[in-house]
């Protein structure tokens, strides 16, 4: 009984950790249309927050497993918490004096934490109870980590975007009181949320410092990196994530900006559902959005793309266990590239409503391309799971190509790329239409 209780415990605590990732990986996403005016950039300028934060994937997933191996994932945990608390609290000094670079790194460190609890919070779940409920303990888990995407898009548009910003020339043309004042203000704004993130974090770091966790046995050295490279489906797969990574975070990161260039702020204050919607979000985290700046507005109705896919992951686990995984997969991808057609070739609330639903159909892609392809690779698993966790790094390169086309071509014909890459997806489901794979 004391043991199931620990186990309990220790699922929870671990679940906690699901959700943060969750939550930060998205109110990254919050910084970026305010970093590009805070720092007049251009729309490829500003994602190399997104290519900091997601490029530690591809450098850091590697050398976390090692670390891991080491220290034991306990240790670890501890570690990719603290690590992810120096990452909030360089915001501070970021906000302060206004470098971007600082920003970048804060990014990058932050990211750097995040990826060594992926690597580790993962086989904890599996071994904590019995062996056939560890798939249903890990898409709870799984699901919590949705919950966390759903609720950082709010947070971030309430705390984060909610004040006006300045442009250069107007900060320049303010007194030295006022533009002391004014530089203040906008540190704070972004200072206040990470640095609070910041001691969260430490406190989760302490209560696991304490906490009775589960030993967990070291992975032996089973298989070679270079076997795992001849497995065909496997690098079909690692594609597949490289391909979604990039497209939801694209999708995700623009949003706001998207809306804004289809000036959709007049149609949504028209709109006396929309309003009240916006209105019910902002209450529920004791903010107004009297006198908010207009990111505030259009950031409130980013919580739909990312809620979508914590709504789809449940629909999609049961889809997933009466039809073929990869036959779920294509329909899933085919539907997004309709919706992003629709949303491209329409205006305003269709536009913005069809974008927003593509996150329903994000939600089964990521656990189904990455079961699908480790399915059938015996020993070559755990390596095979390293290069599916480096392609996260797709998050980073797909969102900068992005970026640059919308600078060059605009939104509706740079999303004619990421439409390229569900085309992907659906083509990786269809292939492996036939599997039956427990998801």
């Not at 994937?57 to 050398?63: A, K, Q, R, T, W």
């Not at 120096?86 to 932050?110: D, E, N, T």
């Not at 759903?150 to 303010?174: H, W, Y």
């Not at 004619?416 to 292939?431: D, W």
Request: proline share 3%; glycine share 10%; charged share 10%.
């Amino acid at each position: 009984m004391n043991q199931h209780k620990s186990y309990r415990s220790s699922f929870i605590l671990l679940t906690t950790l699901f959700f943060l990732w969750g939550f930060i990986t998205v109110l990254v996403d919050s910084l970026v249309p305010r970093l590009r005016e805070l720092f007049t950039l251009s729309y490829a300028q500003a994602i190399m927050v997104q290519f900091a934060f997601f490029g530690a994937y591809f450098v850091l997933s590697v050398p976390a497993s090692y670390i891991l191996s080491k220290i034991g994932y306990k240790k670890g945990i501890i570690l990719g918490l603290l690590t992810m608390a120096l990452g909030c609290l360089l915001f501070y000094p970021a906000a302060s004096y206004r470098v971007f670079g600082i920003f970048i790194l804060a990014y990058f460190i932050l990211a750097g934490g995040i990826t060594i609890l992926q690597v580790a919070a993962n086989p904890f779940v599996a071994v904590l109870g019995s062996e056939e409920g560890a798939s249903s303990r890990l898409n709870l888990s799984q699901a919590f980590n949705s919950l966390g995407t759903a609720i950082a898009p709010a947070v971030g548009a309430l705390f984060i975007l909610s004040d006006t910003i300045k442009t250069e020339t107007e900060i320049t043309s303010l007194s030295g009181e006022a533009r002391e004042l004014y530089l203040a203000s906008e540190a704070s704004a972004v200072q206040k949320p990470f640095l609070g993130l910041a001691v969260f974090i430490i406190l989760i770091a302490g209560i696991f410092f304490f906490a009775k966790l589960p030993k967990l046995i070291s992975e032996t050295n089973t298989g070679t990196y270079s076997q795992a490279f001849k497995q065909k489906n496997l690098m079909l797969g690692v594609l597949g994530i490289f391909f979604y990574v990039g497209a939801e975070v694209s999708i995700g990161s623009f949003l706001v900006n998207y809306f804004q260039d289809m000036n959709m702020v007049p149609l949504i204050r028209e709109n006396s559902t929309l309003m009240h919607i916006a209105d019910t979000v902002a209450k529920l985290f004791f903010k107004s959005l009297d006198g908010a700046d207009d990111k505030a507005l259009l950031g409130i109705f980013v919580i739909f793309y990312w809620s979508g896919a914590m709504i789809g992951r449940f629909v999609g686990s049961y889809l997933t266990k009466i039809m073929k995984p990869g036959k779920v997969l294509g329909i899933f991808a085919s539907i997004a590239i309709a919706l992003i057609v629709i949303s491209i070739s329409t205006t305003g609330l269709i536009s913005m409503w069809s974008i927003l639903a593509v996150g329903l159909f994000n939600s089964i892609m990521f656990p189904t391309i990455f079961t699908l392809a480790i399915d059938g690779i015996g020993e070559l698993k755990p390596k095979g799971s390293g290069l599916l966790c480096m392609a996260i790094v797709g998050g980073a390169i797909i969102p900068l190509v992005c970026g640059n086309l919308i600078d060059v071509l605009g939104f509706k014909l740079a999303f004619l790329f990421i439409t390229g890459c569900y085309s992907y997806i659906l083509y990786y489901g269809f292939i492996n239409s036939k599997k039956q794979v427990e998801i």
